[in-house]
């Protein structure tokens, strides 16, 4: 199953995927983590990369389609893949389907996070990730037992940089720029489910295992 988590930053892709991740062994392709990892590398890439994110601007769509397309040959046949931060552009959505079709694949599934933009920001300034599992967290609705310090493997939680107030804002336009016409070309497949995602996490949870019957599989 391929399936595809579209939503503004903070609207809660990412906690989702590592749900199904431990649930169901989903594979998880997060393409601000691809990022992410290739800047801690040093790569050319992540430098190039670099540049665009910490001013919270989007990554131009050549260098994504690339780091996708190496990461589609890598996968094993059957693999359930949860495309999380990517398609953001038409472009790149367009691009997707080609690069599956390719494969004599495409997308089975589309779930839109619906979140209001007024709570986005208090969550991503209190977001802290695990920098060894990746586990997400929050200083106020979900805080590690110790402080700084993951309750899963006890590796150091660290803020990233693009969840400063003031690159946060330019996250969000260029989401409601780029981001939010992808919405609507996905809108009509008769594969997309709208959530509300300012719900509680676990209500979030149960519409997204509803929409993939997999609800009585837990
Ligand atoms: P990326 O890393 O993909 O960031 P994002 O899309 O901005 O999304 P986030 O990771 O910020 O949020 P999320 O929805 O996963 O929320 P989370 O679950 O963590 O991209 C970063 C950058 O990389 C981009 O700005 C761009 O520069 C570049 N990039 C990446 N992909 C690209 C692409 N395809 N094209 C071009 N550039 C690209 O939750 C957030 C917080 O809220 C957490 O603290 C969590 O605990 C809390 N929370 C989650 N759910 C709930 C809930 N239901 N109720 C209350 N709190 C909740």
Redesign the pocket.
Known sequence: MNLVFI???????????KRLIESFGFIQL????L??NSIAKGEPLGME?KK??NN??????GI?VSLVSHFLDSLKPGQSVIY??????VN?ALELGKMLESKKQGIDRVIY?NVDFSVLTA??T????CSKCGE???VV??PSKVDSVCDKCGGALTQ?P??KEEVISK?LS?YSANTAPTIDYYRSSGKFLEIN?????GV?EKSILKFLNLDNNR
Do not use: C, N, W
């Not at 999380?84 to 552009?89: A, I, K, M, V």
């Open positions: 939503g503004a930053p903070g609207s809660g892709k990412g906690t989702q995927a997060s393409t601000g983590d990022l992410r990369a665009f994110m919270g601007a989007l990554v131009p769509d994504l999380d931060g990517f398609p953001r552009t790149q996070f969550r991503l209190g977001r802290r990730t997400i967290y929050h609705t979900k990233r693009d969840d996250r260029e995602a300012e719900a509680d996490v979030v």
